[in-house]
């Protein structure tokens, strides 16, 4: 059995106005990288409005090639650790700030 020391760490908030202050969304992950990692960010009505399987991939707080309103958004993250087949499953909300 493998054991690795991995977390993910993840902003409450993001300001995504060109500043070069936390722009981007993005989970922070540390230790070993995950398989079948995924991330899924959902408007107040459910709507898909980001999904990357990168886990470098940022959300830049577009949508449809529009800025997305500033609004409380839900994000889902599905992953498993290298060399474990037990899927985990983390759900948060993040503020896009404008």
């Known amino acids: ?18 500043d ?11 230790g070993a990288a995950p398989e079948d990692f995924i991330i899924h960010i ?5 709507v898909l409005v980001f999904v990357t399987s ?4 940022k959300w830049d707080g577009y949508y449809n090639g ?6 409380i958004y839900v994000w889902k993250i599905s ?3 290298a060399g474990n087949e037990k899927e985990h499953v983390l759900r ?3 503020s896009l700030l404008r």
């Not at 959902?42 to 459910?46: A, I, L, P, Q, S």
């Not at 990168?54 to 991939?57: E, I, L, N, R, T």
């Open 79 to 81: 992953y498993r650790e």
């Open 42 to 46: 959902f408007d107040r009505w459910g």
């Open 54 to 57: 990168d886990y470098f991939g």
């Open 1 to 18: 059995m493998m054991v690795s020391n991995f977390s993910i760490y993840v902003s409450y908030a993001f300001s995504p106005d060109g």
């Open 66 to 71: 529009s800025p997305a309103q500033q609004d």
């Open 92 to 94: 948060g909300h993040v």
């Open 20 to 30: 070069g202050n936390n722009d981007d969304f993005y989970p922070v992950l540390n």
